[in-house]
């Protein structure tokens, strides 16, 4: 619901800041000091477009901020989770501002975060519905009054099987697109054993790739490898052919004589005989690896192609060469599948028809219970209607089947909210309806009749009570005081039967100070709320009397409380 709130530079107000809280809040105030300008700001703030003339005179641009809690509105925090613009740190909060230059241009924000209109619009719908006398309303939408008759009938469950089969539906018939037709998975199959026949000509595994790339490095380094193994073994064996074991043979006798003085010198004879046998081993390493090395230009030669091919298959297919084998393996997995193809789309086929059978089943059940629903919404809200003053009015819920060939969530038909507002009028689609005041009443009659079942957390009615009075005003307050009960109401209106049944009172007054008009927004307490009463009793001067009926009216409010629909 809406929390808080705030307008600066906006038309004629200044700067005002406005706490809110749940149930029925009535606003009033004198003729054209503002009262319809709350409503206003609440359209700009859920995505309506913005005109420079809401800039105050004199200011650079209007701001306007609103705050709305989401702890009965989980569908608003499920789109902003959606689309990245919830608050992480407060996520049962959404702060919504909206900027409008005095040049027209404006901007919006979602907690903090840039936002487009079309986004301020799409959340706006969930966060709040206006029942203003010409704003667009998310009631008049086809799809706004199918959910309501279904949510008035308690159709979840069957629609939800609906919505179920024909996602069902939908995910067979992509998987058959996505399978493509014979000819094309053909060629595809082609071309997959072109691509496996090239890597049919060589070893890809990464043990066999590492070999190959080792014995490519000897070959290409054969001379390098056989002239340094003779220098290493020159070394070893020494340039006048005596070996180094012979003097470290001759180091050793001549260590052992001296060990026989100091033990210390017996140590460095068992390192003498220890060096000696690695310098051996040394010796015989590089001597096998000589021998294994042959100046080869012929193996060389196919080494070189065995690399070229890798490469050629790694250019191909974008991937290192360690990678390649698994390259292949993905190559042939796809080419065993298409291999099914037929297969494949036999069980596709069978799938998208299954689906399309229950889907056609659960659509024929919801088609029924939205029949007896819709004439029984239909009589709820014409009877409403006629204790609204609109004797004679009716509401008729047309249902109609789409023309859509493919299964639909939400069923098979349509729905459309046509209403005879006189008695002798046919009935006419509710978005055609011309009258604002006899629109904004047959919505609060609807709204009424399905009371607790709307997910709007926050319902605005702008003169909802316009043409009428007396004991029919008396009806509409207590509706809306109804209504509060269940939804955060905000309502306004110039009948004090009306705004005496609200919880809250919120006046708008202007001022002027002789060179420019002020209006000012202010949350009532008791004794103003009954000074409000009175002064829209009428009257030049309020009385004794005003004030005692004013009183009156304000306790007899305030005692409904859980009025039903009726």
Known sequence: MLRHLQLKNFAVVSEAALALDAGMTAISGETGAGKSLLVDALLLLTGARAEAQVVRHGAQRAEIEGEFGLD????????????????????????????????????????????????????????????????????????????????????????????????????????????????????????????????????????????????????????????????????????????????????????????????????????????????????????????????????????????????ALSRRHKAPLENLAAVRDALAAERDALRDADGVAERLQAERDAAAAAWRQSAAHLTQARTATALRLGDEVSASMAELGMAGGRLVVAIMPTA?????????????????????????????????????????????????????????FDEVDTGIGGAVAEVVGRKLRALGEQRQVLCVTHLPQVAAQAHHHVRVSKGSDGTTTRSNVTLLDHAARVDEIARMLGGIEMTPETLAHAARMVSSGSRESGIGNG
């Open 72 to 311: 009965d509105v989980p569908v608003a925090l499920d789109w902003l989770r959606a689309n990245d613009l919830d608050d992480a740190d407060d996520p049962d909060v959404c702060r919504l501002r909206r900027v409008i230059r005095a040049d027209g241009g404006s901007r919006a924000w979602i907690n903090g975060r840039a936002a487009t209109l079309a986004q301020l619009g799409e959340l706006g719908e969930r966060l709040a519905e206006i029942h203003g006398q010409h704003e667009h309303q998310a009631l008049l939408s086809r799809a706004r009054q199918l959910d309501m008759l279904d949510a008035f009938g308690r159709h979840g469950t069957l629609r939800e099987q609906a919505r179920r089969h024909a996602a069902r539906w939908k995910e067979a018939a992509r998987r058959i697109e996505a399978h493509g037709d014979p000819d094309a998975v053909a060629e595809r199959q082609l071309e997959l054993d072109r691509q496996l026949q090239r890597f049919d000509r060589i070893d890809v595994e990464p043990a066999a790739v590492e070999a190959l790339l080792q014995a490519h490095r000897r070959q290409t380094h054969a001379a390098q490898l056989l002239d340094g193994s003779a220098r290493a073994l020159t070394i070893l064996t020494g340039e006048d052919g005596s070996s180094t074991d012979r003097a470290l043979a001759q180091l050793r006798g001549e260590l052992l004589r001296l060990a026989e003085h100091d033990p210390a010198y017996a140590q460095a004879a068992e390192l003498a005989d220890a060096a000696a046998i690695q310098l051996a081993e040394a010796a015989s390493l590089i001597e096998r690896a000589r021998d294994g090395i042959d100046l080869d230009p012929e193996r060389l030669r196919e080494l070189e192609d065995g690399l070229s091919q890798l490469h």
């Open 404 to 460: 859509a060939a493919d299964p639909s969530p939400s069923g098979s038909e349509q729905v459309e909210f046509l209403v005879s507002a006189n008695p002798g009028q046919p009935p006419r689609p509710l978005r055609k309806v011309a009258s604002g005041g006899e629109l904004s009443r047959i919505a609060l009659a609807i709204e009424v009749a399905a009371l607790g079942m709307d997910a709007t957390p926050t319902m605005v």
